[in-house]
Antibody, heavy 121, light 107 residues
Framework: QVQLVESGGGLVKPGGSLRLSCAASGFTFSDYYMNWIRQAPGKGLEWVSY????????NYADSVKGRFTISRDNAKNSLYLQMNSLRAEDTAVYYC??????????????WGQGTLVTVSS | DIQMTQSPSSVSASVGDRVTITCRASQAISSWLAWYQQKPGKAPKLLIYATSRLQSGVPSRFSGSGSGTDFTLTISSLQPEDFATYHCQQANSFPLTFGGGTKVEIK
C-alpha cells in the first residue's frame, strides 16, 4: 500500500538547522509531485513547499523562502526538506504529502504521519 | 495570496444530522477546491477534490459543491466516525492555502 514515513524532526535552537526526510513506498515515486505541509500546535494547515516529479520545478511559501530547500532522490524514493535559520514560528508538525495524480499536482493524498519540529532555546 | 475563510469554525451536531460547512475564497479559484478531514493526532485525509469529486474510498454521504469563490462541503447523515476537523484548500495558485478549519463536535 502507499506509505509515506517522515523522520528527522526534533528540538533545535533558534538559528539552527534540521533536515527532514520522507520515505515513500507502494507507488512509483518518480511519477508524482511531492509537498511539505506543516501544522503549528493547535493551528491550521500551512503549505510549505512542492517539488515536481523530476525536480525541475519547486515553490515555497513566503514564510520559508530563502531558508528552506526541498529536494528529492527518485532513486531512493525519498523527499527531503533542509531547514536553515530556524525560528520559533517554524515549530510545527511537518507532513510530507503526495499529489493525488499526475493531473492534480496541488491536491494532497496520502499524507505521512508527520514529524514534530520544535524550535526553542 | 488567496485567503480561504471557513464557516462556522465549529459546529455541534448529532448522529444522523445533515451538516454543511462553507469555504469562501478571497478571489475566484474556478473549481480548484479540495476538502480534507483530520482527526486528533492524525494526518489529514482527502475527501473531495475539484470541488465535487469524491476521493476513492470516501463514503457517498460526503459531497461538495460551488464554484468561483463560494464552496460547501455537506455531510448528508453524520456518522460517529465523522466527528473531526475539516479543512478546505485552494489549488488554483501559489501559495496554496487552507481555510482555518471547522471542528464538527458531538452535540
Amino acid at each position: 500500500q502507499v506509505q509515506l514515513v517522515e523522520s528527522g524532526g526534533g528540538l533545535v535552537k533558534p538559528g539552527g538547522s534540521l533536515r527532514l526526510s520522507c520515505a515513500a513506498s507502494g507507488f512509483t515515486f518518480s511519477d508524482y509531485y511531492m509537498n511539505w505541509i506543516r501544522q503549528a500546535p493547535g493551528k491550521g494547515l500551512e503549505w510549505v513547499s512542492y517539488i515536481s516529479s523530476g525536480s525541475s520545478s519547486t515553490n515555497y511559501a513566503d514564510s520559508v523562502k530563502g531558508r528552506f530547500t526541498i529536494s528529492r532522490d527518485n532513486a531512493k524514493n525519498s523527499l527531503y526538506l533542509q531547514m536553515n535559520s530556524l525560528r520559533a514560528e517554524d515549530t510545527a508538525v511537518y507532513y510530507c504529502a503526495r499529489s493525488i495524480s499526475p493531473s492534480y499536482h496541488y491536491v494532497f493524498d496520502p499524507w505521512g504521519q508527520g514529524t514534530l519540529v520544535t524550535v526553542s532555546s | 495570496d488567496i485567503q480561504m475563510t471557513q464557516s462556522p469554525s465549529s459546529v455541534s451536531a448529532s448522529v444522523g444530522d445533515r451538516v454543511t460547512i462553507t469555504c469562501r475564497a478571497s478571489q475566484a479559484i474556478s473549481s480548484w477546491l479540495a476538502w480534507y478531514q483530520q482527526k486528533p493526532g492524525k494526518a489529514p485525509k482527502l475527501l473531495i477534490y475539484a470541488t465535487s469529486r469524491l476521493q476513492s474510498g470516501v463514503p457517498s454521504r460526503f459531497s461538495g459543491s460551488g464554484s468561483g469563490t463560494d464552496f460547501t462541503l455537506t455531510i448528508s447523515s453524520l456518522q460517529p466516525e465523522d466527528f473531526a476537523t475539516y479543512h478546505c484548500q485552494q489549488a488554483n495558485s501559489f501559495p496554496l492555502t487552507f481555510g482555518g478549519g471547522t471542528k464538527v463536535e458531538i452535540k
